[in-house]
C-alpha cells in the first residue's frame, strides 16, 4: 500500500541546508518504497535557511544589494522580493551572520548590526508593503543598535558626543531619531528563540559565548544593552527589555522592535502558516521531520517539535531523523520514532558526508514501514 508522506526537516546545521535534507531524506525513502508519493517541505525557526524557504512559498525572487557584513566588509547581501504582493524577506544571517565571518577573527565588541540597515532601506525603496526579516544565526550582540544607526538614529553621551560603537551605550543619555521612523506599514521580525534582552536568560549570557564573549565580559555587555533598554522606555515610552524574542540575534529583536516598529513572531509559526503545514499534514498519512541534533530542546519551539506536536494532536505518525540523537525517551513521547547519523557511523564521517548517511538513514527508515 502506497503512502503519502511529508518530508518537512529543518537544516542539519553545519551540514546541509533543509532543503538538501529533505532531497536526501527523499532519496533514501524512494530506494526502499519507490511507489510512496513524497511532498518536499523544508522548513525554518528563523534562522538560516529562512529567506530561502520563506521566498519559494511566497513566489519571491532574489535581490541584491551594497552593504556591509558584521564587521563592516563590504558584502553584496541578498533579499527577496514579491512585487504583486509587494513583499520582502530579508534573512539577517546573509547579512550579518556569523557563518559569514572568518572564525576567531573578530570579537563580538567589534561587531554590529549596521549592514541590515541597507538591506531594509532597499526593500522600503522598492516600495514593500510588508518585510519579513529572519533574525536567527547573527554574530552580533549589540541589541540592534547598529541597525538603528544605519537608519538614521544618533546616540548621545551627556557631554553631547555621538556615540558609534555599541559598548559606548553605558554612557548613554539621548536618542535623535530620523525623520522616517516607519519604514514599512508592516514589518514581522521571525524569532528562533524566545530568550529576553537581559538577565541569566538574555542574549549576551546565553548565545555570547557562541560568538565570542567571555563570561568575564557579560557584565560590559549586560549594562550597555540595559542602558539602552532604560533610554529606550523613558524617552520613546517603550518598555521592551521584557519581551520575549528581544534577546534573539543578541538583541536584535529588540533593536527592530524599538527602531523599526516591528511586531516579533516565532518563525516557525510564521513558515507553517505561509507554507500551509497545516492543509499538507491533512493530506499525509506520514510525516518525516529532524535536524541535526534531536534532543529535549527539538520540544521547545523548535520545527521538528512543533511538527510531532501537530501531528500528535492528529494521530498522524512522525519520524525524527537527526544527525545525533539524545534524550530519546522524551522524544519518543511525540515521535513514533527517532534515529541519527550517529547510530550508522561516527560523528566526524556524519558531519563529512552528512546527505550520504541521510540517504542511508532514511531507506532504513522507509524499510522499517510495515504497510
Known amino acids: 500500500m502506497s503512502l503519502s508522506v511529508l518530508i518537512a526537516p529543518d537544516k542539519f546545521k553545519g551540514t546541509l541546508t533543509a532543503q538538501a535534507a529533505a532531497e536526501a531524506i527523499a ?10 508519493q513524497l511532498t518536499l517541505l523544508p522548513i525554518s525557526d528563523g534562522g538560516d535557511g529562512f529567506g530561502e524557504i520563506l521566498s519559494g512559498a511566497l513566489g519571491a525572487k532574489l535581490q541584491k544589494v551594497r ?6 566588509r563590504p558584502l553584496e547581501g541578498v533579499w527577496w522580493w514579491d512585487a504583486k504582493s509587494k513583499t520582502a524577506v530579508i534573512e539577517s544571517a546573509n547579512i550579518i551572520g556569523l557563518a559569514m565571518l572568518p572564525p576567531k577573527q573578530f570579537h563580538p565588541f567589534q561587531l554590529d ?9 532597499a526593500a ?43 559598548t559606548h551605550l553605558q554612557q548613554l543619555r539621548r536618542l535623535v531619531a530620523p525623520r522616517r521612523r516607519k519604514l514599512f506599514p508592516q514589518l514581522v521580525v521571525a524569532v528562533d528563540v524566545q530568550n529576553k534582552l537581559l538577565g541569566a536568560r538574555g542574549c549576551s549570557r546565553v548565545y555570547g559565548p557562541q560568538k565570542g564573549l567571555r563570561p568575564e565580559e557579560f557584565p560590559s555587555a549586560e549594562r550597555a544593552l540595559r542602558r539602552l533598554a532604560n533610554v529606550v522606555k523613558t524617552q520613546l515610552g517603550r518598555d521592551l527589555a521584557g519581551m520575549p524574542g528581544t534577546g534573539a540575534a543578541g538583541g536584535l529583536g529588540f533593536g527592530l522592535c524599538a527602531f523599526a516598529g516591528a511586531k516579533l513572531e516565532p518563525g516557525f509559526a510564521l513558515i507553517a502558516r505561509h507554507a500551509k503545514l497545516d492543509e499538507r499534514l491533512r493530506s499525509a498519512d506520514l510525516v518525516i521531520t529532524g535536524e541535526g541534533s534531536l534532543d529535549r530542546s527539538s520540544l521547545m519551539g523548535k520545527g521538528p517539535g512543533e511538527i510531532a506536536i501537530r501531528c500528535r494532536a492528529r494521530k498522524l505518525p512522525c519520524l525524527g531523523l537527526g544527525g545525533v540523537v539524545q534524550d530519546e525517551a522524551v522524544l519518543r513521547k511525540l515521535f513514533q520514532s527517532v534515529s541519527g547519523l550517529t547510530q550508522l557511523t561516527t560523528v566526524e564521517q556524519a558531519k563529512a558526508d552528512a546527505e550520504k548517511w541521510l540517504v542511508e538513514l532514511a531507506l532504513r527508515a522507509a524499510a522499517g514501514i510495515t504497510q
Open 27 to 36: 532519496a533514501g525513502w524512494r530506494m526502499a518504497r519507490p511507489g510512496d
Open 67 to 72: 552593504t556591509v557584513d558584521a564587521g563592516h
Open 113 to 121: 548590526t549596521l549592514g541590515l540597515a541597507a538591506v531594509l532601506q
Open 124 to 166: 522600503a525603496k522598492k516600495g514593500a508593503r510588508r518585510c519579513f526579516v529572519g533574525i536567527g544565526g547573527s554574530a552580533t550582540n549589540d541589541g540592534g543598535a547598529g541597525l538603528a544607526r544605519g537608519l538614521g538614529w544618533q546616540f548621545f553621551n551627556g557631554r553631547a558626543e555621538e556615540l558609534f560603537r555599541w
